[in-house]
């Protein structure tokens, strides 16, 4: 089983809301998931982000790749830093 970190949506029409999510990549966007990891809301003023680094570190190190969005999340939050960083001490 391939797993993937990415969002997933929520929220009203034209008011999206994101969860990010570990899921089987076979899975549908909004479909069955792992693990949620955290949320993203575009929308409010700076947007607001919220992510787990425990998690995300988690699922990193047991081998799920990021889609492109959440890899720039990450970043964001730091979680890809010190996974970098976990990764280049081995």
């Not at 990010?20 to 966007?29: C, E, F, G, L, N």
């Not at 949320?39 to 990021?66: F, I, R, T």
């Amino acid at each position: 089983m391939s797993v993937k970190l990415r969002l997933t949506r929520v929220g009203k029409t034209k008011q999206p809301h994101y969860r990010i999510v570990a899921a089987d990549t076979r899975s549908a966007r909004d479909g069955r998931f792992l693990d949620i990891v955290g949320n993203y809301h575009p929308q409010a003023d700076p947007s607001a982000l919220v992510v787990d680094n425990a998690k995300a570190l988690k699922w990193l190190k047991q081998g799920a790749l990021p889609s492109e969005r959440v890899k720039k999340l990450l970043e964001v939050s730091g979680a890809w830093a010190e996974f970098m960083a976990t990764k280049k001490s081995k």
